[in-house]
């Protein structure tokens, strides 16, 4: 996400950092180089002007080229001000004093709102709450069904009558039946249109009136840049919107819809939709998005992944493997599997400081290389798993024919994996040769 304004916005930054002092005519210069990379990026033109005008303001407020690292300074005024762009600060979802707490989905068609709804459920139902899906949209064929079996997939509950044709009573009796079997949170997917048609808007505002939700939330599809920025405001003019869900901003490398939609209609982002797994939704945080727009990274997201994707008792018993030199190929497969599950490689790796710079510098990442491996592994026996140092040259050749890859792939595994365990063991004596010894001896 973002990889054309990050790139732009990298190389016009670098330039200032590279600089030992900067003239006013510099200062302007660069915002010039700035603004022209927003619009690249799909921005708002009126959004564009606005933010560089701020940066001005502020860049002559602190007479950045008076400073001793003037091109720094540029950096945070350019972070805060991109914080700013995107709200300022992160917007929880507000629960009922009284449980249930309803929450409606608007939208058109195409957005994703369906989709968003069973991820925004299994969401909460991961930080306790029990949600209830509810099925409103009654025209699009087979929407119902779309929705149990997202529903499914995520583990929640779905309530759509089959053959129902009232919207407003399908979304009353589900919150009758979630006050009754004690769900403490309705997600209702409202109906869709291809436009903001008058049709369309009536039915939302007479299912709003009737539910008077906590939370108004519209759905945008990031890809469609401006576009997502005209439906926002034709949506907001005509019923009460408290938020947006931004889906496909994995997809979307300018980012123009993200940087725009807060500006444009006075609502804030509370969740962005990073891929199409149901775990693909995360809280949306200004500071932490502003930070990986400028490539520094977002551990902050990466350490709420790992803890989201590994518990405290696998991380123990890993721990403790590693330090009696217990690591298996089956141990390595399992790591593997969870960073998988945290998302996509360079998603993840977008996260780690300093990797835009690297992949600017021709840094490449291949997922395909980690199936590779999972395909190898799983193609060895449990005792092979256990101890590698059994697997000849003919369990080699058959591991290579069971996972589609050449004797030299599985070689090259098995090296690198007693290279990776002969590191820890050399970590480990390190650390016990020192003062403190964090881990008790082994038995």
Same mark, same amino acid.
């Given at each position: ?39 690249? =990026?799909?921005?708002?033109?009126? @959004? +564009? &002007?606005?933010? $560089?005008? #701020?940066?001005?303001?502020? *860049? ?103 053959? =129902?044709?009232?919207?407003?009573? @399908? +979304? &009353?009796?589900? $919150?009758? #039946?979630?006050?009754?079997? *004690? ?261």
């Amino acid at each position: 996400m973002f990889e054309g304004l990050q790139a732009r916005l990298g190389e016009i930054l670098r330039k200032a950092t590279g600089r030992g002092m900067l003239r006013e005519e510099d200062v302007d210069a660069t915002l010039r180089e700035v603004r022209l990379a927003l619009l690249e =990026a799909d921005v708002n033109f009126k @959004v +564009a &002007r606005d933010f $560089v005008g #701020r940066l001005r303001d502020a *860049a002559i407020g602190q007479q950045v080229w008076k400073h001793l690292s003037p091109g720094q300074q540029i950096v945070k005024i350019v972070h805060e001000e991109l914080t700013r762009l995107l709200g300022g600060s992160a917007r929880e979802l507000r629960m009922a004093p009284q449980a249930p707490t309803i929450i409606l989905l608007v939208g058109l068609n195409g957005a994703g709102k369906t989709t968003t709804a069973a991820k925004l459920a299994g969401f909460l139902r991961r930080r306790g709450r029990t949600p209830l899906l509810v099925a409103t949209d009654l025209q699009r064929p087979a929407a119902v069904k779309q929705l149990e079996v997202v529903g499914a997939q995520a583990g929640v509950a779905v309530h759509g009558p089959h053959g =129902a044709t009232d919207p407003v009573a @399908v +979304a &009353r009796a589900a $919150v009758a #039946r979630a006050e009754a079997e *004690a769900f403490d949170v309705v997600i209702v997917d409202s109906a869709g249109r291809q436009h903001a048609d008058e049709a369309l808007m009536a039915e939302l505002t007479v299912m709003h009136q009737a539910l008077t939700p906590r939370e108004s939330l519209l759905v945008l599809d990031a890809m469609v840049g401006q576009d997502a920025v005209t439906m926002a405001e034709q949506f907001v003019a005509r019923m009460p919107i408290d938020g947006v869900i931004l889906t496909k901003l994995d997809g979307d490398a300018r980012g123009g819809a993200a940087l725009s939609v807060v500006a444009t209609i006075g609502r804030p982002i509370v969740f962005v939709g990073t891929g199409e797994r149901l775990e693909a939704l995360e809280a949306f945080h200004p500071d932490r998005m502003a930070s990986r727009i400028l490539g520094m990274g977002d551990v902050l997201t990466l350490i709420e992944r790992a803890e989201a994707t590994m518990s405290a008792d696998a991380a123990a018993e890993m721990e403790r493997k590693l330090r009696r030199h217990q690591f298996t190929l089956s141990d390595f497969l399992d790591q593997l599997q969870q960073v998988r599950q945290m998302g996509p490689l360079d998603q993840l790796l977008e996260m780690i400081p300093g990797f835009a710079k690297a992949r600017a510098g021709g840094l490449t990442v291949d997922e395909k290389q980690l199936r590779k491996i999972e395909a190898m592994i799983q193609s060895m026996t449990p005792q092979e798993r256990a101890a590698p140092a059994i697997i000849d040259g003919g369990r080699r050749r058959r591991i290579a024919r069971g996972s589609g890859v050449t004797v030299q792939d599985v070689n090259r595994l098995l090296k690198q994996f007693e290279e990776t365990r002969r590191l820890m063991r050399q970590m480990e004596e390190r650390v016990r040769g020192g003062k403190s010894l964090p881990f008790p001896p082994r038995p």
